[in-house]
């Protein structure tokens, strides 16, 4: 749709959605303008029926939904054991052990003709499982055959949740309060089964740590190393609602984004199999001798990086970042008062065809570096946003590139021919 409204409109253009007015851009002048002048506490627009469901529980906004101070609490803790490459680097091999049993289970699963029954499934079990390694250092079972009840219902209610949401997006919140919509209650429902489920897990390990804390085990001795929970609940900065609700957020992120991107390189590689070729025969050299990558061995792998990237400007999952402006601005020439809900249009400028000559053309080549670059004529950083951008961007930026680096060098090197 936003690729329409640019053909017909242009760079800029006002639409109301729902109870929203939004300003739409597109160039990378406009992306560059409102994010460099966003101020210490960069905020989006709410999502109107998550925010509803919170208030009506009494939970915490998390990092998700709060805005000013209240957010910035939220990152100060959770930066630190995501952001930060150096402690990002220890949840690799915890996200090697995952990726290892999904290979197995996928060798194990393909029928004769090579086919895999329900990739999607698989894919999304591999997420789901890798980000509780992460933030629990629990394994969920979720390759266990079969899923235990409550796990198989959890996973459901990752995309129950999402399907509801995007359902009432646009409905103004205070419907909810009168009339009970089918995804209305939709959300409500699967939203308490994953809270509770999530709850238990979280509980179970703070009472873990409670009881290591009571025996004067100093918990936070081999900090690198601890998981995201034990991290969070050590420093006492959020309360027990507030870290309960975090959690559930990363829970919720990790899984379906993830997910997503590697299930279109996958696709985007079926497709073009002189690129699968090209990024067998890298991952092949440099997983000789290690078949166990972590952040150094894919650093050796710029073909497979560039696979993904090229992913992201393709299908990348945000299609539109948006945020709150903070001060008038002047975009494509029109002023734009503060307050304005401003969409940064990525899936459009990611298709821009005087940036990306052939821009449906799957070329990851227009990501490498120096003379090995093809196809990409843009030096602006603002032109391609696949995690946004600034102190408000992705938190399980680094996280999520682990998991889908990781799985995408072991499905290269053991079994893409099954993809093609
Ligand atoms: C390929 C995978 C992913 C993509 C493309 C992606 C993309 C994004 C984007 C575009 C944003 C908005 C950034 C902004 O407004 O500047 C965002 C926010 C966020 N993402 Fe991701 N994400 C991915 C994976 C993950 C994972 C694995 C997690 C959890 C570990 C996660 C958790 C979050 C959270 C909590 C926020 C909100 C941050 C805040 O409001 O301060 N994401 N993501």
């Given at each position: 749709?936003?690729?329409?409204?640019?053909?017909?409109?242009?760079?800029?253009?006002?639409?109301?959605?729902?109870?929203?007015?939004?300003?739409?851009?597109?160039?990378?002048?406009?992306?560059?303008?409102?994010?460099?002048?966003?101020?210490?506490?960069?905020?989006?627009?709410p999502i109107a029926p998550l925010v509803e469901y919170r208030k009506k529980r009494n939970l915490s906004m998390g990092v998700v939904l709060s805005?000013?101070?209240?957010?910035?609490?939220f990152?100060?803790?959770?930066?630190?054991?995501?952001?930060?490459?150096?402690?990002?680097?220890?949840?690799?091999?915890?996200?090697?052990?995952?990726?290892?049993?999904?290979?197995?289970?996928?060798?194990?699963?393909?029928?004769?003709?090579?086919?895999?029954?329900?990739?999607?499934k698989?894919?999304n079990k591999?997420t789901t499982e890798?980000i509780a390694?992460?933030l629990f250092?629990k394994?969920l079972g979720m390759?266990?055959?079969p899923i235990e009840p409550k796990t198989e219902q959890f996973y459901q209610s990752i995309t129950k949740i999402l399907e509801a949401t995007n359902a009432i997006l646009?409905i103004p919140p205070f419907i909810f309060k009168y009339i009970f919509t089918k995804h209305w209650k939709e959300l409500n429902k699967w939203s308490d089964i994953a809270g509770e489920f999530a709850d238990d897990i979280i509980e179970e390990k703070r009472k873990?740590?409670?009881?290591?804390?009571?025996?004067?085990?100093?918990?936070?001795?081999?900090?690198?190393?601890?998981?995201?929970l034990?991290?969070v609940?050590?420093?006492?900065?959020l309360s027990r609602r507030e870290a309960n609700v975090a959690m559930m957020e990363l829970l919720f992120g990790g899984v379906d984004t993830?997910a997503?991107?590697?299930?279109?390189?996958?696709?985007?590689?079926?497709?073009?199999?002189?690129?699968?070729?090209?990024?067998?025969?890298?991952?092949?050299?440099?997983?000789?001798?290690?078949?166990?990558?972590?952040?150094?061995?894919?650093?050796?792998?710029?073909?497979?990086?560039?696979?993904?990237?090229?992913?992201?400007?393709?299908?990348?999952?945000?299609?539109?970042?948006?945020?709150?402006?903070?001060?008038?601005?002047?975009?494509?020439?029109?002023?734009?008062?503060?307050?304005?809900?401003?969409?940064?249009?990525?899936?459009?400028?990611?298709?821009?065809?005087?940036?990306?000559?052939?821009?449906?053309?799957?070329?990851?080549?227009?990501?490498?570096?120096?003379?090995?670059?093809?196809?990409?004529?843009?030096?602006?950083?603002?032109?391609?946003?696949?995690?946004?951008?600034?102190?408000?961007?992705?938190?399980?930026?680094?996280?999520?590139?682990?998991?889908?680096?990781?799985?995408?060098?072991?499905?290269?090197?053991?079994?893409?021919?099954?993809?093609?």
């Open positions: 749709m936003t690729e329409k409204r640019r053909q017909e409109y242009g760079p800029i253009y006002k639409e109301t959605i729902g109870n929203n007015q939004i300003v739409a851009v597109s160039t990378s002048e406009d992306a560059e303008k409102v994010l460099r002048a966003e101020g210490k506490y960069p905020n989006r627009n805005k000013d101070e209240e957010w910035k609490k990152r100060s803790v959770m930066d630190k054991k995501m952001m930060r490459p150096h402690e990002v680097t220890c949840y690799s091999d915890r996200i090697n052990d995952v990726s290892n049993d999904l290979i197995q289970r996928l060798k194990r699963c393909r029928g004769n003709d090579g086919v895999i029954p329900d990739i999607e698989e894919i591999y890798s390694t992460v250092e394994r390759f266990k055959e646009t873990q740590i409670e009881k290591k804390i009571a025996s004067n085990d100093d918990i936070t001795r081999s900090n690198d190393r601890v998981d995201f034990t991290y609940i050590a420093t006492g900065k993830a997503t991107t590697i299930l279109w390189t996958l696709y985007n590689l079926g497709k073009n199999p002189h690129v699968q070729d090209k990024l067998r025969s890298e991952v092949r050299s440099v997983m000789e001798d290690c078949k166990e990558p972590d952040t150094s061995l894919i650093e050796k792998m710029p073909y497979l990086r560039s696979c993904v990237k090229e992913t992201l400007r393709l299908q990348p999952i945000v299609f539109a970042l948006p945020r709150i402006i903070d001060s008038d601005l002047v975009l494509s020439g029109y002023k734009v008062p503060a307050k304005t809900f401003v969409m940064i249009a990525s899936y459009v400028m990611g298709r821009d065809e005087s940036v990306f000559p052939n821009p449906s053309q799957y070329m990851p080549e227009r990501w490498l570096r120096g003379s090995d670059r093809q196809g990409y004529n843009s030096d602006s950083r603002f032109q391609y946003l696949p995690f946004g951008f600034g102190p408000r961007m992705c938190i399980g930026k680094r996280v999520a590139e682990m998991e889908i680096h990781t799985l995408l060098s072991k499905v290269s090197f053991f079994i893409l021919d099954l993809f093609s």
